[in-house]
């Protein structure tokens, strides 16, 4: 078929050449031209069915016909039909043989069949039959064939390829065709078309002078008489006629191609009725309106039928109208998406909000709106119709309290406000702006419905932004599965079933297409063309044709708006217009009737306005509207010609898009229009004719509407052309290929070439290069061989790919296709910027710039090239350059960059503009040079060239604030006068100068006495920041920067809003770079605290002599601080020894432990490379050991090796394995536990953490005690009274590297200690510490006292599994969109590195869980394989659902994904961890714990991001390299893998750090500065400092003493010498002790020195009451000295609650992002008010102890988890309470602090009856409570029979089933009883002395012996019951004695208290009082008598001290 085809056009053009047809040269040449190559522009279609384009492959089934090859073949009688039908196979049916045709009629219009044309529906346009009866008139005619070609040409269409065949084989047979089909057709008529006033060809009026149609008959009739020749009658005719015809055609044609579209080659006609006559020189042409058929009308729905909700929003409606009626079903009863396109007034926004309605209906819950489930996003094409969108659906919505707000250039909104609107009317810039943000993903999901007004603006600029909106949001569905409907509302289009197939719209359901009868209100057109070449002329012609229209609309009482096209032209207009009413004496057309309702009130209005201009107009009855004036003046024009005050509007074309004010009559006048984009004057489209003629009419007001457009005439026949024959709507997408794919590529959308083919496959120019290939560059051959065009979208993708990488937007492989995103790119795509502009920027911007170079850059953009400069308006841009411009501009003035650099500088300069194109053009400017120079300074500083990045954040905020950078900043406030300003610039007063100024010496500076305090007011309003800078060497080659930035200024919320950003960076002068840079966001909440900022840099020697730290406001002008950071006297670490090698020494077989029980605990043969090494020192020495190695290299096993040794060598000591958490605790436990591991050796483990507290039996017997630091920290405080600790012989601490981390001082302490410990005990106590590889292992070695052979440190090369890592950088300031940039490549490197085996995907939060597997399940779907992951049947899947908890972790489970973070139960977390072990699912997705918790090994371990939330800052923070390596360690399963891949993905500023310390060692420094007054404290309590230089001593065992002398300026010192470091500790300890002592911790001895130094002073250090309180209760020092400060004698429960909540135990309580409104509602539920400060930690703890008192269902997990880290503390916090307060002697006070604690276990008010705590009991017990005889509380159940308890229980509603449970439950509840003596006097017998100490001696029993842990409680942990025991003074209110015991059966306690220091009987209770029940407590009243004196006064302080001291100590040795 190829072939032939081939020949055949070979053949015909060779024809062509040779001249066998005849024609003009022109014409043959036009015609080689159409046949040599297609042109892009063309306009043959493909229509294409929804069916065959509803799926994926499109076209699948479709058959092409090669129209050209039909034609008759002159070599033979046979032609070839050559229409192939492609099989399923593919394959081609063979070609069939026909006869030579006959050439009759009927051939002729089957012929014709393939030129026809139809709409979508299948009616005809242009019909065969039309087209067969026109062509035989013309081969009939007697014109020679030579004529009649162009006219077939002209019927056919030149367009079509397979016309000219056709028409050759019309010409060569043309007798037998006219003879044979005139006798099949007896009767044809040749064609005429409407009106026979007019002809008409091919859609253009042919107009006729009187004279021209003389000279036509005289030609006829000199040609019949033989005097003229056919040559002559062609010069005359065809020269004349035909070539202006054809000329004017195709400008016509050319015009609409730049404008509209492709002229097809069809003919057209005006509608029927239209009629023309010329009126004084210009032409009017009248269409009459389209009505419509009666019999056609559609029945209207009635509101009434609506539901209630969606009525509200038609209020004071009856019925829809037709064409809402017809949608009414789709839209509101369905979730189909819609293309509604119907005329301008038709009613199509009411069908967009049957849709929102719709949308509202499916989250209307029991009547109530569910706003926080949904959002709508409203597209509208421009600013000011998104105003008017807002106002109408704010109207109509406003009953249902939906929330909608515009969000455009002109209204920004913030996070807050977005999340709290559930309809966003937005433009499709701004949505695209939006959308192509990764961080902007969530906004997207919660998008459910998208609508886009006046989509059919495809065609034009705008075009490609609402393809790639489509585009996004389909791709979006597809791959989400989450439904977003997209509804389209157009005016009439002709090809709107190819915008239906683009938008995914169901023709059959969702597509709806009305004429122009459907409009509301008929209309009458008048067009009218002026015949003036004269400029001047035809504008006063113009005006003066538009006041006789007005005039006798005006007269007939209608209101008259008149459009025009610049703003300048309203004003004179109007004014013009007012001048022609005096002169026809026509004022009172336009007289405003002051008698009209609320005419006053506008008038007044009309006069606060400052526009003059107005004010007079208004007067006069008249008014002008455009987008330049004031929002507020703009509304009184727009209220004034609503309600009728003014008559006639003079406005621009935005009020027709923007504004709902129609009138009757609508003019306008003119149709030329500067457009800037454009750079020149154009034509206004059709599209905008329709929609301002839209506006006339005013529907229930007009029964018709009159539109007039008045023009130039030869544009007039362009018009009526384009209203008779709409061009099929096209795409532009090509032209902006490049930058959107380069936003899909930043959004990770599309990352390769096959993604990028199939996205381009979801746009509307797909679909237009299907139905019209030759119009995009696509031959017919190219079409059919590429069915799917994939081979050309391959080309379009592969051309935009190079184009971007070019400008380095990306970089593109070709060989793999894969497209990689760049810092270019993406600030390219953040702000707008077109590729030709970043190619210009690569190739001008160099390191050093002036301000003058800096505007060439700026104008070289490529978003100004269409601005040009023209002859008219030099003398303006001189006059601007004068005035405005402040930077000489070289090169002269008359070059286009030049206008555009004085247009830029006038616009800083805020110089107003009077000349209209020049006002546009700087409009245009300034709508995008703020984003093109912020896209600058991101470039530039991403580049690191600090000069340049000062200089562009200079000029992005001068053109933001309008003011230069050398004027005084306060022009920034536009409220300060003008006058002021200028005599502070004047005076040379600059900010450093205010800085030192008050107010009153300001004001005298300007004389301006009363001005100086108004000023400084506003000077402190610029944002500064106090920096302070310090430095610390981490090696030798790195070093870490803190920053401490403090506010200094007065915030203002009118001009800082809620936040202040600023940009940070540090330079290097010397080699001018930066090393780095980061944005700060300062809240306003933050203003009085300081912010702390840590990064590190590169250092190189030799040392440069300082570095630069600027702080520069992104907003303001004028603020700036900088600092120099001086390397002076810094000390550079030492070089780091040499790892230890790797020996090649044959491994060692387990067998030699030479223990057959230790040998049998494992299951390999031999020990590892690194165990055989580190066997020796470890098994047959006692010798501290450090062994650093990388995770998974067996260092567990090196440690149980010394277990081994210890249990052989030294039995009955014990072992101490500390871990770093108690989930690592845990495991070990559980692994050690084993009977194959230690507990089949017989070995006791027990576990002392957090989560287990044995008693000190236990303990004492255990063998192995596994702990964590702070649990072994406070057990061994009181070492010396706890002879299980002087037990210990060995301590192992895994990771001990975390020194470095927030534990580390604990790790610290504990190992000083024990060191100490084994000092005084004369017994050593071995050291293990298990590490990671360290850079220096050397100084921690020393430290833990290992000399020679003890140190092992392999480098994290030495793995048993080799370990390959990748770290890749991601961009982003902010953490979350970062985070989900990284979901994407995530997924692709789990499909590269391990598509089969087990993945580990380690993220930071327990939300960034699910949100990164809910993408990881999309991208699985989107690839077609959304169970990939999962490795069960359906059967095995549904046994396992069935027991998860978590509905979240039931739905990614399905897909193969599991879940793991604290925050889920643990039953879940189990299951998980089993279903990966047996690789049943193949991704887990967990928070960084499981890296330390669990021993779960992958293949692949993915880091995604490591930063984390810190709740103490608000803000993300690295995670430490050691949890980073850890979780990589997880990488390799032994036995499985021979090598593991581990992926760390971080943000791109930190890669290069990542790229250092994640292949080599990272140095380990100490951090008990932090929190050194705590331990200080615990030793100074336990003994071991009691004096200054005991606390010196004691630091000399820490690791920061070591790592003093190493890296000295890390922590602050700057010399090592013995003196210096002395001082340093002297002075570090002197602080700490001081702080202590004010804190009430510590007391100081008096010694006989009177001298006032340190040493002297604390030569005697005592501990105090509070710090042995914080000590004994693991307290932070402030905590006790809170308490102490805080409690009063009477305090309430609510107070005590708070002052529990403001413990500093809790000042990491989290608060997480958004968190803060999550708790302002809680604080709506809570019992009791908190502080109004949501983002407190405290304020958190106590809406959270609150909600469990109340027993509040939490909103989320995390609150959950939170509650549960709460209530690990409070016990323990208020038991330190009740000693404070019992030490102060506060009675009540104690008493409710053991009654809160009593609340807090059962988890319930005080209110509560204690009766209902009690599992299963019945409500009704409280009302048989009340009428019982002798049974009135739980005490008084308790102590009945059990008989009698149990007809109780019946009684009051009980059940048999429960009944039992009750019975057992309350078996174990206590029923105290107290009996007591005085043994030593006191009783009226024998009184007590004054003063004297007397002891009571009580006996307590309980009704049944202890059993087990407390019966009920609300804890979440098992606990044991205890009870307090209180003696008070009534009298007093004081408490005398406090004691806390056990009472397991019967117990006996001893009080000892002092009696008052007088005579008398005083009344004592004694409160026995349950530290868990309530509603058990037993009180005792004892009275006291007292008579005569004490003995030893003089020893009562002595002795108190001493009883405190022994009452602590007592506390101490309690269980």
């Not at 926080?372 to 000011?384: E, R, S």
């Not at 010798?1183 to 039995?1211: D, Q, V």
């Not at 700057?1614 to 001081?1634: H, M, P, R, Y």
Request: positive net charge; contains cysteine.
């Amino acid at each position: 078929v190829g072939w032939e085809r081939m020949r055949r056009q070979q053949a015909f053009k060779a024809k062509l050449e040779n001249g066998d047809f005849q024609g003009t040269s022109a014409e043959r040449e036009n015609k080689k031209n159409r046949r040599g190559g297609m042109k892009w522009g063309t306009t043959t279609e493909y229509h294409i069915s929804w069916k065959e384009l509803s799926c994926r492959p499109f076209v699948k089934h479709y058959q092409f016909a090669i129209d050209s090859l039909d034609a008759f073949d002159e070599e033979q009688d046979f032609a070839f039909d050559f229409t192939a039908t492609t099989t399923s196979q593919g394959t081609a049916s063979k070609p069939k043989v026909t006869k030579k045709p006959d050439f009759d009629y009927e051939w002729l219009r089957r012929s014709c069949e393939k030129f026809a044309t139809f709409d979508e529906w299948g009616q005809p346009i242009v019909s065969e039959v039309y087209l067969a009866d026109s062509a035989l008139g013309i081969l009939k005619s007697k014109v020679p064939s030579q004529g009649i070609q162009t006219q077939l040409l002209d019927l056919f269409g030149m367009d079509n390829p397979a016309s000219f065949e056709f028409i050759s084989t019309l010409i060569n047979n043309r007798p037998t065709i006219v003879s044979r089909s005139f006798k099949a057709k007896k009767r044809f008529d040749i064609p005429t078309e409407g009106d026979e006033k007019g002809s008409y060809f091919n859609g253009e009026i042919r107009i006729e002078s009187s004279t021209d149609k003389k000279r036509r008959k005289q030609m006829r009739r000199l040609q019949k008489q033989g005097y003229i020749s056919y040559e002559e009658e062609k010069k005359l005719q065809e020269e004349k006629d035909f070539e202006e015809k054809r000329k004017r055609l195709a400008d016509i044609r050319t015009e609409l191609r730049n404008r509209e579209g492709t002229v097809l080659g069809t003919m057209t006609k005006l509608p029927k009725g239209a009629t023309q006559k010329a009126v004084d020189g210009a032409l009017e042409v009248y269409i009459p309106p389209k009505l419509q058929d009666p019999t056609k009308e559609i029945k209207r729905v009635p509101i009434s039928t609506l539901p209630d909700y969606a009525r509200l929003a038609f209020k004071g409606l009856k019925n829809l109208n037709q064409v809402q009626s017809k949608c009414f079903e789709c839209a509101f009863n369905s979730n189909e998406n819609m293309l509604v396109c119907a005329p301008t007034g038709a009613g199509k926004t009411n069908v967009a909000l049957l849709t929102v309605l719709h949308e509202i209906g499916l989250h209307w819950h029991d009547g109530v709106l569910q706003k926080d489930q949904f959002k709508i996003v409203f597209v509208a094409p421009m600013k000011g119709f998104a105003q008017e969108v807002v106002r109408k659906f704010s109207k109509r919505l406003n009953p249902l309290g939906v929330e909608i707000k515009e969000l455009t250039g002109d209204m920004q909104l913030t996070k807050k406000e977005i999340q709290e609107t559930q309809i966003l009317v937005t433009t499709p810039e701004k949505w695209d702006v939006i959308t192509r943000k990764s961080g902007e993903a969530s906004l997207m999901e919660q998008v459910k419905l998208l609508l886009f007004d006046e989509v059919h603006l495809l065609h034009e600029d705008r075009g490609p932004v609402i393809e790639i909106l489509v585009a996004r949001t389909l791709r979006k569905v597809e791959v989400s599965q989450q439904m977003c409907r997209i509804v389209g509302i157009s005016a009439t289009l002709p090809n709107y079933a190819d915008v239906a197939l683009f938008l995914k719209v169901n023709p059959l359901r969702g597509l709806y297409y009305f004429g122009n009868e459907y409009r509301p209100v008929p209309l009458h057109q008048t067009y009218i063309g002026i015949n003036e070449r004269n400029a001047q002329v035809r504008k006063q012609k113009m005006n003066h044709i538009a006041y006789k229209k007005l005039s006798k609309s005006l007269k007939e009482g209608n209101q008259v708006m008149i459009f025009v096209h610049s703003r300048k032209e309203t004003q004179d207009l109007a004014e013009a217009f007012y001048d022609l009413f005096v002169a026809n004496d026509e004022l009172y057309l336009i007289d405003p009737d002051s008698t009209v309702k609320g005419y006053l009130d506008m008038k007044k209005r009309v006069n606060r306005s400052r526009n003059d201009k107005l004010k007079r107009v208004f007067t006069l009855g008249l008014g002008f509207h455009h987008a330049g004036m004031q929002r507020s003046d703009r509304g009184i024009v727009e209220d004034s010609f609503s309600n009728g005050y003014i008559k006639v509007l003079t406005c621009t074309a935005t009020l027709a898009w923007g504004v709902n004010l129609p009138a009757h009559t609508v003019i306008i006048k003119g149709t030329t229009l500067y457009i800037p984009e454009k750079g020149g004057f154009c034509q206004l489209g059709m599209l905008d004719v329709m929609q301002i003629f839209g506006r006339a009419g005013r529907p229930q007001f007009d029964k018709t509407g009159e539109a007039f457009l008045i023009t130039e005439q030869d544009q007039l026949l362009r018009y009526l052309a384009l209203l008779n024959h709409q061009m099929p709507i096209e795409s532009q997408f090509i032209k902006s290929l490049p930058d959107h794919l380069n936003a899909e590529i930043i959004l990770g959308t599309v990352s390769n070439m096959k993604e990028a083919i199939e996205w381009l496959g979801y746009t509307y120019l797909y679909i237009r290069m299907l139905r019209n290939p030759m119009g995009y560059g696509l031959s017919y051959k190219e079409r059919e061989m590429d069915e799917h065009l994939y081979g050309h979208r391959r080309m379009l993708i592969r051309h935009a790919a190079k184009s971007l990488a070019e400008s380095r937007m990306c970089s593109f492989d070709e060989k793999s296709g894969n497209f990689f995103s760049t810092h270019v790119g993406r600030v390219a795509s953040h702000f707008y910027i077109h590729h030709e502009s970043v190619e210009t920027y690569n190739e001008m911007l160099k390191p050093y710039l002036n301000d003058q170079k800096l505007l060439t850059v700026l104008g070289n953009s490529r978003e100004f090239s269409s601005i040009k400069i023209r002859d008219d308006e030099l003398k303006d841009i001189e006059k601007l350059a004068r005035r405005a411009c402040k930077l000489p501009i070289k090169g002269g003035l008359n070059a286009d960059k030049s206008k555009i650099n004085v247009l830029i500088q006038a616009y800083i300069s805020n110089y107003h503009i009077t000349s209209s194109t020049l006002g546009s053009d700087s409009y245009y400017i300034s709508q995008s040079i703020g984003r093109i120079c912020r896209a600058l300074f991101n470039m530039v500083l991403k580049r690191g060239l600090p000069y340049l990045t000062r200089r562009l954040l200079t000029f992005c905020k001068m053109i933001e604030k309008r003011v230069w950078y050398n004027q005084h900043p306060l022009r920034q406030f536009p409220t300060i006068p003008y006058q002021l300003i200028t005599k502070l610039e004047r005076k040379h007063i600059t900010v450093d100068h205010m800085a030192e100024m008050d107010g009153q010496e300001l004001g005298q500076a300007i004389r301006e006495t009363r001005s100086g305090d108004m000023l400084m007011k506003y000077f402190s309003m610029i944002p500064y920041l106090d920096l302070r800078a310090s430095i610390q060497p981490i090696t030798r080659s790195v070093l870490k920067v803190s920053l401490v930035l403090k506010p200094d200024f007065r915030w203002s919320k009118q001009y800082h809003g809620t936040a202040e950003p600023f940009w940070i960076w540090m330079e290097d002068p010397e080699n001018d770079i930066i090393y780095h840079s980061e944005y700060f966001l300062l809240q306003s909440k933050n203003l009085r605290e300081e912010s702390k900022i840590v990064f590190t840099i590169p250092i190189s020697e030799p040392l440069p002599p300082q570095y630069y730290v600027r702080v520069i406001s992104d907003r303001w002008l004028g603020s700036e601080t900088s600092a120099a950071v001086s390397f002076k006297g810094l000390i550079l670490p030492n070089q780091y020894p040499p790892d230890t090698k790797v020996l090649k020494i044959s491994p060692l077989p387990v067998s030699a432990l030479f223990n057959k029980k230790a040998e049998s605990l494992y299951k390999f043969s031999h020990f590892n490379p690194i165990q055989t090494q580190m066997f020796h020192i470890g098994y047959h020495t006692d010798k501290n050991i450090l062994l650093g190695a990388p995770t998974g290299s067996g260092k567990t096993i090196a440690a149980e090796i010394c277990i081994h040794r210890l249990f052989r060598e030294h039995p009955g000591k014990k072992v101490i394995y500390i871990a770093p958490l108690k989930a690592l605790a845990r495991e070990r436990l559980l692994s050690w536990q084993r009977k194959k591991s230690f507990g089949g050796l017989d070995r006791l483990i027990v576990e002392l953490t957090g989560d287990a507290t044995p008693d000190a039996r236990a303990l004492k017997k255990a063998d192995i005690v596994v702990t964590t630091p702070e649990k072994w920290d406070g057990v061994s405080r009181s070492w010396k009274s706890r002879g299980y600790v002087k037990q210990v012989g060995l301590v192992v601490i895994d990771e001990i590297h975390m020194l470095g981390q927030d534990r580390g001082p604990v790790l610290e302490v504990i190992v000083s200690r024990m060191r100490y410990i084994s000092s005084k005990t004369k017994f050593k106590i071995r050291i293990v510490g298990l590490s990671t590889a360290l850079a220096n292992a050397k100084d921690l070695g020393d430290w833990l006292g290992i000399k020679g052979p003890g140190l092992f440190n392999f480098p994290p090369k030495v793995r048993p599994i080799p370990l390959t890592v990748h770290i890749s950088g991601y961009p982003g300031k902010h953490y979350c969109p970062r985070m989900a940039l990284m979901n994407k490549p995530t997924y692709a490197r789990i499909m590269t590195h391990s598509p089969s085996k087990p993945v580990l995907v380690f993220v930071s939060s327990r939300r960034q869980t699910r949100l990164t597997a809910v993408d990881l399940i999309a991208f699985g779907v989107a690839d077609g394989r959304p169970h990939k992951f999962l490795h069960m049947n359906n059967q095995e899947l549904k046994d396992v659902l069935i027991s998860v908890r978590d509905d979240t972790l039931k739905h990614m489970l399905s897909f193969g994904i599991g879940l793991h973070h604290a925050g889920m139960v643990s039953s879940d977390r189990k299951l998980v961890e089993t279903l990966f072990l047996e690789h049943k699912i193949q991704v887990l997705v967990a928070t960084s714990t499981l890296a330390w918790g669990v021993n779960l090994p992958a293949h692949l371990v993915i880091v995604k991001g490591t930063e984390f939330f810190d709740p103490k800052t608000s803000r993300y923070v690295d995670m430490p390299i050691t949890d980073v390596l850890q979780m990589m360690g997880r990488a390799g399963r032994p036995q499985f893998d021979t090598t593991g891949v581990a992926c760390v993905l971080v943000q791109d500023s930190k890669k290069n750090f990542y790229h250092k310390f994640l292949h080599s060692p990272f140095p380990v420094e100490s951090s008990l500065l932090d929190c050194l007054h705590n331990y200080i404290n615990a030793e100074i309590v336990g003994g071991s400092i009691r004096s200054l230089q005991d606390a010196v001593d004691y630091m000399t065992w820490t690791f920061l003493f070591r790592r003093l002398l190493v890296n000295p300026s890390y922590y602050g010192l700057q010399d090592t010498s013995a003196e210096a470091i002395n001082k340093f500790l002297i002075d570090l300890l002197t602080g700490v002790l001081t702080d202590l002592e004010e804190a009430g911790c510590i007391g100081f001895g008096e010694d006989e020195d009177t001298t006032t130094n340190a040493s002297s002073l604390m030569s005697t250090i005592e501990p105090l009451t509070l710090g042995f309180v914080a000590s004994y209760y693991y307290l932070d020092y402030t905590t006790v000295t809170h308490f102490q400060e805080s409690l009063g004698p009477k305090c309430e429960l609510n107070e005590i609650l708070t002052i529990l909540a403001d413990a500093s135990e809790y000042d990491e309580l989290p608060v997480r992002h958004n968190e803060d409104k999550i708790n302002e509602k809680l604080a709506e539920k809570v019992r009791w008010p908190v502080r109004e400060d949501f983002e407190n930690p405290h304020v958190k703890a106590n809406l959270l102890l609150q909600c469990h008192l109340a027993r509040l269902t939490l909103p989320m997990s995390d609150f959950i988890t939170d509650t549960r880290s709460l209530m690990d503390q409070v016990i323990r916090i208020l038991q330190a309470m009740i000693d404070i307060s019992a030490e102060n002697g506060y009675l009540s006070t104690t008493l409710n602090i053991v009654h809160l604690m009593q609340l807090i276990v059962q988890g319930c008010w005080e209110t509560k009856n204690p009766a209902l705590l009690v599992p299963r009991m019945p409500q009704s017990i409280v009302k048989s409570f009340q009428v019982s005889g002798r049974i009135k509380s739980l005490k008084d159940l308790l102590s009945s029979n059990p008989k009698e308890r149990i007809k109780f229980l019946e009684k009051a509603g009980a059940r048999k089933k429960e009944l039992k449970h009750l019975n057992e439950t309350l078996a174990r509840l206590p029923d105290m009883e107290v009996k007591y003596k005085l043994p030593n006097g006191g009783g009226q017998q024998e009184p007590a002395a004054q003063g004297s100490d007397i002891t009571i001696m009580l006996r307590i029993s309980r009704s049944q012996k202890l059993r087990g842990n407390v019966a009920m409680q609300k804890m979440g942990k098992s606990r044991q019951e205890g009870w307090f025991i209180l003696v008070g003074r009534d009298r007093d209110n004081e408490l005398v004695a406090l004691k806390r015991v056990m009472c397991k059966d019967v117990s006996t306690v001893e009080l000892e208290f002092d009696v008052p220091e007088e005579d008398g009987k005083f009344a004592h209770t004694v409160y026995l009082v349950s530290d868990t029940y309530r509603g058990l407590d037993v009180t005792r009243n004892i009275d006291i008598f007292v008579n005569g004196e004490a003995e030893g006064e003089g020893t009562e302080g002595e002795g108190d001290d001493e009883d405190k001291t022994k009452n602590l100590e007592t506390k101490e040795t309690k269980p």
